[in-house]
């Protein structure tokens, strides 16, 4: 699995802060906690020096529902913040379109089917709003990986509590 650095534990109180900035528009909670988000991956990527920042994408179904990817309102303000360009690196193939709400862990654990379209930087940050199995994360990183990128790090909001992830408000 790539490295993660979350800002936040997946609980109560950023639960319902992304629920509601996912399922009401409010991209401006999503920007607030990218803005939170920055300085904790800035400290953790010191000497990281990113060529890009990208996302995973959202289905086509939850994008359409929204009017937006959340992943890209927050890799767009964590860019911003860090002086990286973010850019569009990902699409869902159309088996790997299907939104994960509603599916079982083992369901999630598959993640959806990324590809990456074109040759793409060798540094990249890859933003999520949560991670909780990492599959998708990893579908990113494989995909990313077999166009051209050599190092990744990826950035969440809010992780499930486990080893893997380096949560930064403990």
Known sequence: MVPVVSSFLYGPGVQEALLSAKNSGRRDVLRQM?????????????????DVVTWVPSSRVRRRQRGYDQGEVIAK?????????ARRLLVRTAQGDSCQLGQTRLQRLEGPELIAPTKVPSCILV????????????AASRALKERGASQLVAATIASVETQEHLNLNE
């Open 34 to 50: 990218a803005n939170e988000m920055a300085p904790a991956v800035a400290r953790v990527c010191q000497h990281t020096n990113f």
């Open 77 to 85: 303000k964590v860019g911003r913040c860090l002086g990286i360009k």
């Open 127 to 138: 933003v999520d709003d949560v991670v909780t199995t990492g599959a998708s994360l990893d």
